[in-house]
């Protein structure tokens, strides 16, 4: 008689036990999805871009791209989706605008032919994935993202590239898809100007940098990703690849720092590894906001490099300086504010290479 009700304390408090274990787990599950940091930010490339140089009608169009592109990363981020996907998502977007130099909108090269750019980096892992020179991927960024899942290399370029897409059952477009008269009046500018031995003016020169689009973004385990997709610069020859493909230099990821995509004079963010050297000062202590702004405006402008980034650290805090006059971008914080801003905004520090800063 006393072994049998020990018996059934003992299976009483069993399940007792077991339900306060499941209960505790279901609590705790439940407070990690609703506490979990969200957020996501996005650029359109970064250059001379002036309220005088802008039309209503194209500024309209360019803010409710931004718009879509970053609300698309982040409903992708909502539904629990890891920032990679969020990252992609949001760059589809712009690659398929014509308003971007990215995807469908890309420059062409000397010989009138689109070759795009575009890479990804995990920061959970380091896992990174790359592709250069592709001239028949509708959506680069996604052809980067195959490499790194599905392949043992980084970087693939051109026709190998291109061959690996096909094997991967991605559809090959006509090169007819990326025209757009802008982009190919562009080229003749410059052309006409070489040809003339005249010295491209400055507006032609930021022309050549300008509208690449990229995405860093925090999902709900804390994970950053970082991404960027490019028709690299107008005029461009020999097989020129930019910043945008090289992981540390246009992209880069670490959860224990940050993530970043970078726009700009690709040769400059090359030579000063823009992306991880950024990351590199966060990972060492500096705030992220010093540590892009240090690289941006005072390494950067040193060296008349121009351009900007978007960057993010492992809390969800943001930096998005630039030396240029304007960046595309638009960003959703931690607390689901959003915001799309195109120009300078007031309180922050001047283009400095459009200002009288000394070098
Ligand atoms: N960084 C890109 C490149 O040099 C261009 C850009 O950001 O617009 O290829």
């Not at 009138?112 to 250069?132: F, H, P, R, Y």
């Not at 003016?201 to 509208?211: E, G, L």
């Not at 992981?247 to 963010?269: D, L, P, R």
């Amino acid at each position: 008689m006393h072994e049998e009700a020990s018996e059934l304390s003992t299976r009483i408090s069993r399940i007792v036990f077991g339900r306060i274990i499941f209960i505790a787990g279901m609590l705790l599950m439940s407070t990690t999805a609703a506490d979990a940091k969200l957020a996501i930010v996005i650029h359109g490339g970064a250059g001379t871009i002036t309220r005088s140089s802008m039309t209503d009608e194209k500024e309209a169009a360019i803010r409710a791209t931004l718009k879509s592109s970053v609300q698309a990363g982040y409903q992708a981020l909502l539904g629990g989706a890891s920032s990679t996907d969020a990252v992609t998502a949001a760059i589809n977007v712009m690659e398929d605008s014509p308003l971007f130099n990215a995807g469908k909108g890309a420059v062409f090269n000397a010989d009138g032919k689109n070759e795009m750019d575009a890479s990804i980096m995990e920061g959970a892992g380091l896992n990174a994935g790359a592709v250069a020179s592709v001239s028949h991927i509708k959506n680069p960024i996604d052809l980067a993202l195959k490499v790194m899942t599905e392949s043992e290399h980084v970087m693939l370029m051109g026709d190998g590239a291109e061959e690996f897409a096909r094997q991967h059952g991605f559809e090959m477009m006509d090169p007819a898809y990326f025209h757009t008269d802008f982009r190919w009046q562009q080229l003749q500018r410059i052309k006409a100007k070489e040809t003339a031995h005249q010295q491209p003016s400055t507006d032609d020169q930021h022309d050549q940098w300008f509208s690449t689009v990229g995405a860093v973004a925090l999902d709900r385990h804390g994970n950053l990703s970082a991404g960027t997709s490019t028709g690299g610069t107008s005029n461009k020859r020999w097989g020129r690849v930019g910043d945008s493909p090289i992981i540390g230099a246009g992209t880069y990821a670490n959860n224990n720092s940050c993530a970043v995509s970078a726009t700009g004079h690709g040769e400059f963010f090359i030579r000063y590894v823009v992306a991880y050297n950024i990351c590199n000062r966060v990972e060492l202590g500096t705030p992220l906001a010093e540590a892009a702004d240090t690289v941006v405006n005072n390494i950067l402008v040193k060296a008349e490099g121009e351009g900007g980034v978007i960057a993010m650290d492992a809390a969800g805090n943001i930096a998005t300086p630039f030396n240029s006059e304007g960046m595309y971008r638009a960003s959703i914080d931690t607390d689901g504010n959003m915001k799309i801003s195109i120009y300078r905004e007031e309180g922050e520090p001047e283009a400095a290479l459009m200002g009288n800063v000394e070098h």
